[in-house]
């Protein structure tokens, strides 16, 4: 059964940092690029980071760009988001997802409109949640 655990979440005070998990079982994560989302209650799922398998490159949103870091670790088949200087706004449901080949452009969208999708991604996790309050 193919699946995606994430795991890490909690509370977290303003300036706090996190380090969210995203297990893989059912499948390797050799030549897939893995993503975090996130999702705040009544809003849209947004792009967070994307890393890719063959080359590593990673991408970021801008609101997250110098405070998130996206890691892999494919002998674990895991990956990471490292969170530093968490603000209120960060404060949502976390999900990670797999896509075979590249990032999907989903995975670090910036532009002014809401992203309504596609989201391009092949597999899915649960979420964990991160709560950034004092």
């Known amino acids: 059964q193919v699946q995606l655990v994430e795991s890490g979440g909690g509370l977290v005070q303003p300036g706090g940092s996190l380090k969210l998990s995203c297990a893989a079982s059912?499948?390797?994560?050799?030549?897939?690029?893995i993503a975090w989302f996130r999702q705040a209650p009544g809003k849209v799922r947004e792009g967070v980071s994307c890393?890719?398998?063959?080359?590593?490159?990673?991408y970021y949103a801008d609101s997250v760009k110098g405070r998130f870091t996206i890691s892999r670790d494919n002998a674990k088949n895991t990956v990471y988001l490292q969170m530093n200087s968490l603000k209120p706004e960060d404060t949502a449901v976390y999900y990670c997802?797999?896509?075979?080949?590249?990032?999907?452009?989903?995975?670090?969208?910036?532009?002014?409109?809401?992203?309504?999708?596609?989201?391009?991604?092949?597999?899915w996790g649960k979420g964990t949640l991160v709560t950034v309050s004092s």
């Open positions: 890393i890719t398998y063959n080359d590593g490159n990673t």
């Open positions: 997802a797999a896509a075979l080949g590249d990032c999907p452009p989903s995975t670090y969208y910036s532009g002014t409109d809401i992203y309504t999708g596609p989201y391009g991604m092949d597999y």
């Open positions: 059912g499948f390797t994560l050799d030549y897939y690029a």
